[in-house]
């Protein structure tokens, strides 16, 4: 069941440069996409969520972008600092349900100083 | 700010073993799941529970699992005969659902060691 992936399995970047992290998925039935930060031994953390009446949502240095057409949402770091290196992953969800989330493989983040 | 709590952080047991994982979700959300993720794989979803009764449970969540809410704080998943392949890291989860977003909230985890 790869109804949501991620193809990238890690990524490099210096600090102080945009992090771009990719999401593609398959369901046309989510309605709600979200990424999450995780730490090793830690649970999942929450960064930033959009809906999919929305193509671009933004917090701070957190931008999330939508494209519906393409089935595929980003998730954009500026500027990158080294404690942003963890693991992201993308989610997804649709409102009707029960809130189920379908994750992503997930995409290491290594942000160098 | 809340927090969602798992016990314990990491339990060992042996094949065939009960186990009960507990989690206290956030004080004022209705939602709460369970998750878990085998090493190197993806978190995947097993249990949604809301007004005391499951209302989705995945392929995963066979009759050797279970949920239960025994009072107004925690919130538990037993595992009644373990097997090798259920070690993993354990996802307790909460969330409000207030529209119009529907993050959910992770506990820690507990590693799940089956032996």
């Known amino acids: 069941d790869q109804q949501v992936k991620q193809n990238s399995p890690s990524l490099s970047v210096q600090e102080g440069r945009i992090s771009i992290l990719n999401c593609d998925y398959t369901?046309?039935?989510?309605?709600?996409f979200l990424w999450y930060k995780k730490y090793p031994a830690e649970g999942p953390t929450f960064l930033i969520s959009?809906?999919?009446?929305?193509d671009k949502n933004e917090d701070g240095r957190f931008t999330v972008f939508l494209n519906k057409s393409a089935k595929h949402l980003s998730l954009h770091i500026v500027p990158s600092q080294p404690g942003d290196s963890a693991v992201y992953f993308c989610a997804a969800s649709y409102s009707s349900n029960t809130g189920k989330l379908i994750f992503g493989q997930g995409t290491t983040l290594q942000v160098k100083p | 700010e809340p927090e969602v709590t798992q016990t314990p952080s990491h339990q060992v047991t042996q094949m065939g073993q009960e186990v009960i994982l507990r989690c206290v979700p956030i004080?004022?959300?209705?939602?709460f799941y369970w998750y878990r993720q085998i090493l190197g794989q993806k978190v995947e979803f097993l249990v949604s529970?809301?007004?005391?009764?499951?209302?989705?449970k995945s392929e995963i969540f066979d009759d050797q699992f279970s949920v239960e809410r025994p009072d107004g704080s925690n919130f538990t998943l037993k595992i009644r005969s373990t097997k090798l392949e259920d070690s993993a890291m354990y996802f307790c989860?909460?969330?409000?659902?207030?529209?119009?977003?529907?993050?959910?909230?992770f506990g820690p985890g507990t590693r799940l060691t089956v032996t």
């Open positions: 369901n046309s039935m989510f309605d709600y």
């Open positions: 989860a909460s969330s409000s659902r207030d529209r119009p977003t529907y993050e959910q909230y």
């Open positions: 004080s004022n959300h209705l939602y």
């Open positions: 959009i809906s999919s009446i929305k």
């Open positions: 529970f809301y007004n005391n009764e499951i209302s989705e």
